[in-house]
């Protein structure tokens, strides 16, 4: 996933191309690919994709003189965000790399509009907000020495404007709860023997956004055992891969909210994820 969070180590990349995904079938999906153009300079591109639906209670407002609100309890509300990644990555020696991510982001909701009452059951109408920016993001990785490796990632340069909270926005042309995407990444990442270990953090323009810590074993060749926590939010992730094919288990902590399609067994509720990662 170095072509969204980290493109600068793509040109570190022992193997000329790759391709991977991952992927719940359900509301989230990142699918990604690199090559190497020179033995300095790689290329990779991805898309990542989200999806929310969720019922809310609204309270439509009666425009006439004393006119009574109606209420409905079970309104549903759609959101889907996605992104598409151009990052090029340039190697300058075997210590320092830099990468850039050009890349066009989409966010794609509906807020309730207006409500006829009729019996037995009323017409609601909703209204479609969609936002497109384009923006940029600037890395670097840099090798302190063979077993430790510093990262950072500069996002959003052009201070690109989503809907922070889509599903209690006022009205379409309400700015109160737009927010600026600018944020600064920094990770580490140490190795010993058959682990990894990796903590990062991440800043927005005005706040702290959350930390995480993670461990990678490899337990024999062509194996991989992951497992991870992000502290403020308290999501939490465990996967095994063997060969190219991985599965995961992923607790975003009720990040993503889906009630339409939601499943009677909480664990097959978008927490299982699965995918494959080719090196050639």
């Not at 300079?41 to 809310?56: C, H, K, L, N, V």
């Not at 050009?102 to 017409?123: A, E, G």
């Not at 682990?195 to 062509?222: E, K, S």
Request: charged fraction near 20%.
């Amino acid at each position: 996933e170095s072509v969204f969070w980290n493109p600068s180590v793509i040109a570190n990349s022992r193997k000329p191309n790759g391709i991977s995904l991952f992927t719940n079938l359900k509301n989230n999906g990142k699918l990604a690919g690199f090559f190497k153009l020179t033995d300095k300079i790689s290329a990779g591109a991805g898309a990542i994709y989200t999806m929310q639906d969720e019922f809310r209670e609204v309270r439509y407002l009666d425009p006439r003189p004393f006119g009574d609100a109606v209420k409905e309890d079970s309104v549903l509300m759609k959101l889907k965000e996605y992104a598409v990644y151009l990052s090029p990555s340039i190697q300058l020696n075997k210590k320092i790399s830099f990468g850039l991510a050009l890349k066009s982001i989409w966010q794609d909701f509906t807020i309730p509009k207006t409500i006829k009452v009729r019996s037995p059951l009323n017409t609601l109408t909703d209204s479609s907000i969609k936002k497109q920016r384009f923006d940029v993001d600037v890395s670097g990785s840099f090798k302190l020495s063979r077993s430790f490796q510093i990262g950072v990632n500069i996002m959003n340069l052009a201070g690109s404007e989503l809907y922070a909270d889509a599903f209690t926005i006022l009205p379409p042309d309400s700015n109160a709860r737009l927010q600026n995407q600018r944020s600064l990444g920094l990770g580490l990442c140490y190795k010993w023997q058959r682990f990894n270990f990796g903590a990062d953090v991440l800043f927005t323009q005005d706040d702290f956004y959350d930390a995480a810590i993670g461990v990678n074993y490899v337990p024999f060749n062509d194996a991989l055992i992951s497992a991870g926590i992000a502290l403020k939010q308290l999501s939490y992730s465990a996967a095994f891969r063997i060969k190219h094919f991985r599965i995961a288990y992923v607790n975003d902590n009720d990040y993503l909210v889906n009630e339409k399609r939601k499943g009677k067994s909480g664990i097959l509720n978008g927490k299982i994820y699965g995918g494959f990662s080719f090196n050639f």
